[in-house]
């Protein structure tokens, strides 16, 4: 059978390692498909229910891997629901290759259905974006998308006309009348590590060890440098504050680390921040410069492979663009190695408060039941590498707070972001990529109820990944942020009662259990996760728990008390819980 301009594509993957695409069919790709179709034997085809669903899923593939992952959707409709997962890969700096249709090429320009140019579409979000005209470009130009998203850890788009992808793929239609040839091109790319120069560390070094209350700020870019990071931390008397999604790179019941950041951190991190003398950044560009050192207020050293997210946030005084493992293992011989450890222990201690105090919100006693409670019920069944997956909001806080990442666990969601549903798709993707291990995705309501449809993709793949859903029948975080600034929440709850999405769950002909008593909740938890296949527990939780700052700030009191006074509904139930957190913390 002659070769066709999709089968070369699909063989071409297959050739750079790729072994899933994520993706729905449609007429705009029925030649891709045809492809696909040919090279099915190596090239697994996952079929979903919506476009944005596969984007996130190749997002969520090519986050766990470090590998590239592939999305796929026709022309038109089909490639605008792509774009919110290929933000979430752009944004978060991995590997995602977006394959699209293209009316035929006869008919460009003629206002035909479903005429939408993704190649001006997609300018902001692809690094490399072609539409691919003739079959001559084939399949060179697959090669220089992949190397160009793998190597800029971003993403790449390629579009293909109808006519074009049942072309021939040796196909020579038009006349060559410039000095060019066809591009020729090979599946390889180069991943150099890129050292530190050793000027750049002797500098880091300088200003470290004059440092007398370091700190370390990492980042989701020192995965894979741990033992580095940690050696580091010992040697500086430093403690370590993580990003969210950096959270992953040191253990959370580690000495050395006081957590996260930010308004889903710690007080300790937020107060340590406010008092060192010296910052080291490690693999993060931290948007949230608020929570930063004040000006003049800290010397700091950044490392990060990217030279161009150096100093984003900061003046830097040691900029060192190099791997982070690399650089940390360079740097640590350069260190004392005897400093005074007072500033870590001040903090150690203040860490133990605040984990004493988390622990207290992990109440079986309370009801409705507590969301930290929910989270703490799947920290304490969950297998020793299990993977998290989470959605934005304020599922972020209980799990930024409750689920430790200790052994080989692994914690994902949208970084930068921060968008809804993508904990659901990226479980599935997960699974696809560690069919051994356990991956729990957890979930608010809102988040499932956009792309629920998902779950019905976990069943017919015979994927048993387990979902647990935080039911408050709300946009949560929408509505603490709408209090936050002053104003009573208005329209961020749904009418009760709340939805049982556990019956959706049976209809698929998976395992499903609606929890209300927290006393059911821990046995629910723990037989979903040792059920064979795909699980849902959808659990009802406090729909007034407020995701609370680790520390709270005068301002925030302010806008808080203003909201109540202005007409916040539901105020009553709201302070019962606040009251009601505090004395747990303060019980012994």
Known sequence: MQEIVGESLARRLVEWGVDTVFGLPGDGINGLMEGFRRQREKLRFVLVHHEEAAAFMATGYAKATGRLGVCCATSGPGAIHLLNGLYDAKLDHVPVLALTGMQETSVLGSHYQQEVHTTQLYQDVASYNLMVTNPQQMPAVVDLAIR????????????????????????????????????????VVSYPQLPAD??????????????????????????????????????????????????????????????????????????????????????????????LPGPGQAKVVQIDVD???????????????????????????????????????????????????MTSLVDPRRS???????????????????????????????SARHWTIRGDRE???????????????????????????????????????????????????????????NNNNSYGQILWEQIILGY?????????????????ARGCGAFGVKV??????????REALAHPGPAL?????????PPMPGKIKYDQAKHFTEAFLRGQPHKVATLATVARDKFNELRP
Not at 368 to 396: F, K
């Open 198 to 291: 050793p000027r750049e560390l002797a500098k880091a070094a300088e200003v470290l060890r004059a440092g007398r209350k370091v700190a370390m700020l990492v980042g989701v870019g020192a995965r894979g440098a741990r033992a580095e990071v940690l050696a580091v931390a010992e040697a500086l008397a430093s403690p370590i504050v993580k990003t969210l999604p950096g959270k992953l790179v040191v253990p959370d019941d580690h000495p050395l680390t006081t957590g996260g950041l930010g308004l889903l951190g710690t007080a300790p991190s937020e107060e340590l921040m406010e008092e060192c003398d010296t910052l080291l950044m490690v693999g993060t560009s931290f948007p949230y410069a608020k929570y």
């Open 307 to 357: 030279p161009s997210l150096i100093g984003m946030r900061l003046p830097v005084d040691a900029p060192i663009c190099a791997d982070a493992r690399l650089a940390l293992r360079d740097l640590l011989p350069m260190l004392d190695h005897g400093p005074d450890r007072s500033f870590l222990e001040k903090y150690q201690r203040k860490m133990g408060d605040w984990r004493a105090e």
């Open 148 to 187: 160009d998203a793998l190597s800029k850890r971003t993403v790449a788009h390629l579009t293909f006309p109808n006519d074009v992808q049942v072309a021939a793929a040796d196909e020579d239609p038009y006349r060559h009348v410039s000095p060019g040839k066809p591009p020729m091109s090979a599946a």
């Open 516 to 525: 209300t008593d927290a006393k059911a909740l821990p046995g629910a938890i």
């Open 368 to 398: 409705p039941i507590a969301p930290q409670y929910l989270m703490g019920c799947i920290d304490e069944a969950a297998a020793a590498d299990a993977i998290l997956t989470c959605d934005s909001g304020t599922i972020a806080t209980w």
């Open 411 to 469: 914690f994902y969601l949208s970084g930068n972001l921060a968008t809804m549903a993508p904990g659901l798709p990226y479980a599935i993707a997960m699974q696809h990529a560690y069919p051994g291990r356990q991956v729990i995705a957890f979930v608010g309501d809102g988040g499932f109820a956009m792309l629920m449809a998902e779950f019905l993709t976990a069943v017919r793949h015979d994927l048993p990944i387990k979902v647990v859903i």
């Open 488 to 504: 009573p929440e208005y329209a961020v709850r749904h009418r009760q009662p709340e939805a049982d999405f556990s019956t959706w």
């Open 537 to 545: 527990v959808d659990c009802d939780v406090n729909p007034n728990e």
